[in-house]
């Protein structure tokens, strides 16, 4: 920590000899008279009012997310409405709006909530897995964003800005020391180089040591390490033309998405002891999370950079074009210690590459007459690299058969399920696959000003899509020698080629009617289609590449709403109601297929989604500002006829799901949040703020298991501090202060872990103290 403050001083020491008082201002731009009002979104890729946009959005400005250090994703469950982001690993993350989008880990599709960071296309959610440093604003659009944000936006869409480099000297800095030993150093700074050409650099570190107890050799595990930076130009040689630069890197080290925790010895205590008592081992089961028997190895690792070029050129009376380029490439490499226990048995991960390349170009046309617009076109190429590995350890046959290795090698000549089963000792297997996507799109959406009280828009969105891939197993290879183990030759299938492609429409049609001043009321039909996928592992024994394939997902959202501001813009209230109906649901679960535990993609038949939501934000007074959102959402599946079983469904191949609640969807999500600060004297301001949200009880595995029932809990961060003019800042803070342990999600091994399932849990309560300096 004393290398990290000491470099962290200098660069500072640097930064300050070369700043002066004030930052300029970054594209969320402030209301003169109120907060609620002078909020700017780009839902519509053109600045708009967010009290002028006709669907249901949540924007978070830069300096509310710098007050109470959101910097991770997940964050957001604390501050928008129907919202569920779970961040397991880089790999296993998923984001859930309005109860779609619970298919975590797929390398073969796409998720239902698409994630634009600068208006680029983060083609897997765990690309944003990373510290959220200098953020400009974060938009979450609710309902299918198909027309303008692209296919994979069934859901909603993520929106998130970073800050834009200045043409003024100027940054901020900040250090956080906390509870775990949690470290985090960010710092940024901006300026000019020439006349027209302006820099922005930000950088950090995070780190964290372990919350998890190993009790076979007492180590602390579930630790975290962040780092990256991201290094901008802004050329502007006229005020019609700009060119906006960005380079970035980011990488994380951590074992919190690989500890493999039981939290219930399930239905079956009696399978799973012998396995126990077949190999010698121990297992903890732990309801509260924070044991392990793994014994390791834990840990979970993912590398990327991505640079991008936006041009802005703005051209005769009003017409604006846009060019945007950009490239991402992202690795993830993960070892963990599968069963949980503390024997020698069963060790897998998966090593992954993804490139990606994206180009859209649209042109946002003036107001003429009655009529305003934008159209455009877009490419987008990705190629992921994937390869699954399972490696057996010298007590896997023990584990799996549940009988000690020695009566095994005894029955072994007479039974050749025996001799196959024992061959596992020692050997690792591979599943490779390749998924290619290549998508094209035309876009467009117009709005016609009926009136200077009525609008409406209409879009249309047409994308063409194929994917292909080849997935193989090579023969299993012995894990002393990497050759082939000949006893295991049987099992090398493949390669198996599959291939997919379709042309989607999506379409807008929303009209919108301002009744007075304060009060807008909208009404919206809006459909988005989520690309089909393939699944990159092998296809269960018997079947062929069309086990493969998973159908497209479409998603038809029906809404109303209404908008007020009031009262000088010290009262804003949106309310809507909505109803989604999705055909061909896509969802991922964990299967045992030959012996090993695999994600499969499916389509889950058709769902549907109907609620509420209600967000209101008051100054009641000077210095006080509140927020607070409840949410109801009744997500069910309308025909899932051939759903996975629980483990208490005991002799069942398939179950019907049908009318049953949607995994990872709570009914009713609520929060409040608010801020306080007051002048103590001329150059300090005393401040407090407090965070509280709730979601209540929901299905944490796609079976709808009783035993992966989590929710029901309520969270509370709280912080005070203290500014000091326009410079310093110190806060003392807790996150999940009352200490509720919580799991997140769960998943079923089968037979590995007969009867039960494993669950990855929130974090514990922390608490600690941040320094900011903004110059």
């Given at each position: 920590?004393?290398?990290?403050?000491?470099?962290?001083?200098?660069?500072?020491a640097?930064?300050?000899?070369?700043?002066?008082?004030e930052?300029?201002?970054s594209?969320?731009?402030?209301?003169?008279?109120?907060?609620?009002?002078?909020?700017?979104?780009?839902?519509?890729?053109?600045?708009?009012?967010?009290?002028?946009?006709?669907?249901?959005?949540?924007?978070?400005?830069?300096?509310d997310?710098?007050?109470?250090?959101?910097?991770?994703?997940?964050?957001?469950?604390q501050l928008?409405?129907?919202?569920?982001?779970?961040?397991?690993?880089?790999?296993?993350?998923?984001?859930?709006?309005?109860?779609?989008?619970?298919?975590?880990?797929?390398?073969?599709?796409?998720?239902?909530a698409?994630?634009f960071?600068?208006?680029?296309?983060?083609?897997?959610?765990?690309?944003?897995a990373?510290?959220?440093?200098?953020?400009?604003?974060?938009?979450?659009?609710?309902?299918?964003?198909?027309?303008?944000?692209?296919?994979?936006?069934?859901?909603?869409a993520?929106?998130?800005?970073t800050e834009?480099?200045?043409?003024?000297?100027?940054?901020?800095?900040a250090?956080?020391?906390?509870?775990?030993?949690?470290?985090?150093?960010?710092?940024?700074?901006?300026?000019?180089?020439?006349?027209?050409?302006a820099?922005?650099?930000?950088?950090?570190?995070?780190?964290?040591?372990?919350?998890?107890?190993?009790?076979?050799?007492?180590?602390?595990?579930?630790?975290l390490?962040?780092?990256?930076?991201?290094?901008?130009?802004?050329?502007?040689?006229?005020?019609?033309?700009?060119?906006?630069?960005?380079?970035?890197?980011?990488?994380?080290?951590?074992?919190?998405?690989?500890?493999?925790?039981?939290?219930s010895?399930?239905?079956?205590?009696?399978a799973?002891?012998?396995?126990?008592?077949?190999?010698?081992?121990?297992?903890?089961?732990?309801?509260?999370?924070?044991?392990?028997?793994?014994?390791?190895?834990?840990?979970?690792?993912?590398?990327?950079g991505?640079?991008?070029?936006?041009?802005?050129?703005?051209?005769?009376?009003?017409?604006?074009?846009?060019?945007?380029?950009?490239?991402?490439?992202?690795?993830?490499?993960?070892?963990?210690?599968?069963?949980?226990?503390?024997?020698?048995?069963?060790?897998g991960?998966?090593?992954?590459?993804?490139?990606?390349?994206?180009?859209?170009v649209?042109?946002?046309?003036?107001?003429?007459?009655?009529?305003?617009?934008?159209?455009?076109?877009?490419?987008?190429?990705?190629?992921?690299?994937?390869?699954?590995?399972v490696?057996?350890?010298?007590?896997?046959?023990?584990?799996?058969?549940?009988?000690?290795?020695?009566?095994?090698?005894?029955?072994?000549?007479?039974?050749?399920?025996?001799?196959?089963?024992?061959?596992?000792?020692?050997?690792?297997?591979?599943?490779?696959?390749?998924?290619?996507?290549?998508?094209?799109a035309?876009?467009?959406?117009?709005?016609?000003?009926?009136?200077?009280?009525?609008?409406?828009?209409?879009?249309?969105r047409?994308?063409?899509?194929?994917k292909?891939?080849?997935?193989?197993?090579?023969?299993?290879?012995?894990?002393?020698?990497?050759?082939?183990?000949?006893?295991?030759?049987?099992?090398?299938?493949?390669?198996?080629?599959?291939?997919?492609?379709?042309?989607?429409?999506?379409?807008?049609?929303?009209?919108?009617?301002?009744?007075?001043?304060?009060?807008?009321?909208?009404?919206?039909?809006?459909?988005?289609?989520?690309?089909?996928?393939?699944?990159?592992?092998?296809?269960?024994?018997?079947?062929?590449?069309?086990?493969?394939?998973?159908?497209?997902?479409?998603?038809?959202?029906?809404e109303?709403?209404?908008?007020?501001?009031?009262?000088?813009?010290?009262?804003?209230?949106?309310?809507?109601?909505?109803?989604?109906?999705?055909?061909?649901?896509?969802a991922?679960?964990?299967?045992?297929?030959?012996?090993?535990?695999?994600?499969?993609?499916?389509?889950?038949?058709?769902?549907?989604t109907?609620?509420?939501?209600a967000?209101?934000?008051?100054?009641?007074?000077?210095?006080?500002?509140?927020?607070?959102?409840?949410?109801?959402?009744?997500?069910?599946?309308?025909?899932?006829?051939?759903?996975p079983?629980?483990?208490?469904?005991?002799?069942?191949?398939?179950?019907?799901?049908?009318?049953?609640?949607?995994?990872?969807?709570p009914?009713?999500?609520?929060?409040?949040?608010?801020?306080?600060?007051?002048?103590?004297?001329?150059?300090?301001?005393?401040?407090?703020?407090?965070?509280?949200?709730?979601?209540?009880?929901?299905?944490?595995?796609?079976?709808?298991?009783?035993?992966?029932?989590?929710?029901?809990?309520?969270?509370?961060?709280?912080?005070?501090?203290?500014?000091?003019?326009d410079?310093?800042?110190?806060?003392?803070?807790?996150?999940n202060?009352?200490?509720?342990?919580?799991?997140?999600?769960?998943?079923?091994?089968?037979?590995?872990?007969?009867?039960?399932?494993?669950?990855?849990?929130?974090?514990?309560?922390?608490?600690?103290?941040?320094?900011?300096?903004?110059?």
């Amino acid at each position: 920590m004393i290398k990290k403050l000491a470099l962290f001083s200098s660069v500072l020491a640097l930064s300050v000899g070369q700043a002066y008082a004030e930052e300029a201002p970054s594209q969320a731009l402030p209301s003169d008279d109120g907060a609620g009002d002078g909020i700017v979104v780009t839902a519509r890729k053109v600045k708009e009012k967010i009290g002028d946009v006709p669907l249901a959005i949540t924007a978070i400005g830069g300096d509310d997310l710098r007050r109470n250090d959101h910097i991770r994703l997940e964050d957001i469950n604390q501050l928008v409405p129907s919202t569920n982001v779970v961040v397991t690993n880089g790999h296993q993350t998923s984001i859930s709006i309005r109860g779609i989008g619970n298919n975590p880990g797929s390398d073969g599709l796409e998720n239902s909530a698409g994630v634009f960071v600068d208006g680029v296309y983060l083609g897997r959610p765990g690309m944003a897995a990373s510290d959220l440093i200098d953020i400009a604003q974060m938009e979450v659009l609710r309902g299918p964003q198909g027309t303008l944000f692209g296919k994979n936006t069934t859901a909603g869409a993520i929106n998130i800005t970073t800050e834009l480099p200045q043409f003024d000297w100027g940054g901020r800095a900040a250090v956080t020391y906390g509870r775990f030993n949690y470290q985090q150093y960010q710092g940024t700074v901006t300026g000019p180089i020439s006349d027209d050409l302006a820099f922005r650099l930000t950088g950090y570190d995070t780190t964290r040591d372990g919350i998890v107890t190993d009790i076979t050799n007492g180590k602390k595990v579930s630790d975290l390490g962040r780092r990256g930076a991201r290094l901008q130009l802004l050329y502007k040689p006229s005020s019609d033309l700009s060119i906006r630069l960005i380079g970035e890197y980011a990488r994380e080290q951590q074992s919190s998405g690989a500890v493999t925790v039981i939290p219930s010895w399930g239905l079956t205590p009696a399978a799973i002891q012998t396995k126990l008592t077949a190999t010698g081992a121990t297992l903890a089961v732990d309801p509260d999370g924070l044991t392990t028997a793994a014994g390791g190895p834990y840990s979970t690792g993912t590398r990327q950079g991505a640079g991008s070029a936006e041009v802005n050129w703005s051209f005769g009376s009003g017409f604006t074009l846009t060019s945007l380029t950009a490239y991402r490439y992202w690795q993830y490499d993960s070892a963990s210690d599968t069963e949980g226990s503390s024997a020698d048995v069963m060790y897998g991960g998966y090593h992954i590459k993804d490139n990606q390349f994206t180009q859209e170009v649209r042109l946002a046309f003036p107001r003429m007459g009655n009529f305003d617009a934008v159209a455009g076109v877009y490419y987008f190429h990705q190629k992921v690299d994937t390869t699954q590995y399972v490696s057996y350890g010298d007590q896997a046959a023990a584990w799996l058969a549940g009988m000690p290795t020695a009566t095994i090698k005894a029955y072994a000549p007479y039974s050749a399920a025996l001799a196959t089963l024992l061959a596992y000792n020692g050997t690792r297997w591979d599943t490779k696959a390749a998924p290619e996507t290549n998508s094209i799109a035309g876009f467009g959406q117009v709005n016609w000003h009926v009136t200077p009280q009525w609008n409406i828009t209409g879009g249309l969105r047409v994308t063409y899509e194929t994917k292909q891939e080849d997935v193989t197993r090579p023969v299993p290879v012995s894990n002393d020698t990497g050759l082939p183990v000949a006893a295991l030759a049987s099992q090398a299938a493949g390669p198996i080629h599959a291939r997919i492609s379709n042309t989607a429409p999506s379409f807008l049609i929303s009209t919108d009617y301002r009744f007075s001043p304060e009060v807008m009321v909208y009404g919206l039909v809006s459909r988005g289609q989520k690309a089909g996928g393939l699944n990159t592992t092998l296809p269960p024994t018997g079947l062929g590449a069309d086990a493969l394939k998973v159908d497209p997902e479409t998603a038809t959202n029906y809404e109303v709403g209404v908008k007020g501001d009031f009262l000088n813009h010290a009262l804003t209230v949106n309310l809507d109601v909505f109803r989604t109906d999705i055909r061909n649901y896509q969802a991922n679960v964990l299967m045992e297929v030959g012996g090993q535990v695999v994600q499969l993609l499916t389509n889950a038949g058709s769902a549907r989604t109907q609620g509420a939501e209600a967000e209101a934000t008051v100054q009641p007074f000077k210095g006080l500002t509140l927020h607070g959102y409840v949410a109801y959402n009744d997500a069910k599946y309308r025909e899932y006829t051939e759903g996975p079983c629980a483990v208490e469904k005991t002799g069942q191949a398939t179950c019907d799901l049908s009318g049953r609640p949607i995994a990872g969807a709570p009914r009713w999500t609520t929060g409040i949040n608010g801020s306080y600060e007051h002048e103590l004297s001329d150059t300090v301001t005393g401040y407090a703020s407090a965070e509280y949200s709730y979601r209540s009880t929901y299905y944490g595995s796609l079976d709808d298991s009783e035993l992966t029932k989590t929710g029901g809990y309520g969270l509370l961060n709280l912080r005070a501090g203290l500014r000091f003019g326009d410079r310093w800042d110190f806060s003392v803070w807790g996150r999940n202060v009352t200490d509720k342990k919580y799991a997140t999600n769960y998943f079923n091994y089968g037979s590995v872990l007969p009867g039960t399932y494993v669950a990855f849990f929130g974090d514990p309560a922390t608490y600690g103290a941040t320094l900011r300096l903004q110059f």
